[in-house]
């Protein structure tokens, strides 16, 4: 049976026409962006000079395990064992380079093995989280705060986010696909000029939508 | 021409129903019901006689650790160890009673850690599904097929159905709130008249959504 192309058909191919060249990023100027890349975060330590010289030796350098998504940053080598009231986990990364404050992020699962209640926050903001363990080969170091549940989040250049129509500190939801599928509420849109375009999600919410480091999502502004 | 049976006509033709079932005063009044308590679904295993008698050895019984949300099924104190391509997970618990179908029931997480890659499927539908291994104190199944990830499912009665203004077999979306809140798609709803309301999610899904045992999300008819 051929099917007459009404108003509401046109509209539609139009529609996905649009989104797959948006998707290549073909998108005609006019129309908004709306696809990022998903990198999943695993649990992590960023660390600071004076708990670095605690954890691996005075005056200790972080060499370079592998680049990651964010220009300038980096997965070390060097690994800690976080310790919690209720449990410890093993060969936590450490990201490069050296931070201010040092700070741990968890998934909310690894956060019950701890056994601590972080909030989720943004990275950096370390008003009201729990202290947490960490040991490394030459030495232990305790913080009263600094462990937290990472928010969801988009880094994007100004660039970025002109395209996409959106601001800095706005919160948006994503939208994924598939049998676990859903929309993430809370995605805050981080920009900065040094910022590659990049989602980034922990394991758990990775697992619970089935997503993988490279999957695409779409952004939806409510 | 024939017309496949939407997802739009089925709940048009509900709708309809409902509202001569109403007229004659056989519809629920006022609102549909859109509140379900949560049950999170640790991994666990259903077992059936022969696989049970190799397991724990020749008519050996399942013996109530504790009763579940569901009538008539319970947690049983047996545990038995999951072995896959590429890793094991110790005390795993046995729901009972025995079941036709040996079936195991695992978060993506799960699914990971023992190098297995389950489709979402229902509960009893292992077509395409993998198999695993499963270890007792008294020997070692292997099956060929019934390791799933249970798709998202919301159990109720005909009479919850009702007031709820759904059908055995649809598919819901169900929001939740908060910092890690957002919207799962694909809840199955599924109605028989000896289920609990009771919507039953896997650790994954809870973790990622920040939802405990006890907490209240809301059904959204798409």
Request: charged share 25%; aromatic share 4%.
């Amino acid at each position: 049976m051929t099917q007459p192309i009404t108003a509401e058909l046109a509209e539609t191919i139009t529609k996905l026409v649009l989104e797959e060249l948006s998707k290549v990023g073909l998108a005609p100027s006019g129309e908004p962006q709306k696809y990022v890349l998903v990198g999943i975060s695993a649990r992590h330590v960023h660390v600071n000079r004076a708990h670095l010289d605690v954890l691996f030796g005075q005056g200790y350098e972080l060499s370079k395990f592998k680049d990651i998504s964010q220009p300038g940053q980096f997965a070390a080598n060097e690994q800690v064992t976080l310790i919690g009231p209720k449990g410890k986990i093993e060969k936590v990364r450490i990201l490069g380079p050296l931070r201010k404050d040092t700070q741990t992020e968890v998934a909310p699962s690894d956060a019950r093995r701890l056994g601590v209640n972080p909030p989720v926050s943004q990275s950096g903001v370390h008003h009201g989280t729990p202290g947490i363990t960490l040991v490394g080969p030459k030495g232990t170091v305790v913080i009263d705060q600094g462990c937290i549940i990472a928010e969801r989040h988009i880094h994007m250049t100004l660039a970025d986010a002109e395209a996409f129509g959106v601001w800095n500190g706005q919160k948006v939801q994503v939208k994924i696909g598939g049998s676990r599928g859903g929309l993430m509420d809370e995605v805050m849109i981080r920009v900065r000029d040094d910022f590659a375009l990049d989602m980034h999600i922990d394991t758990d919410d990775g697992n619970a939508f089935g997503l993988k480091t490279g999957d695409i999502v779409e952004i939806i502004k409510s």
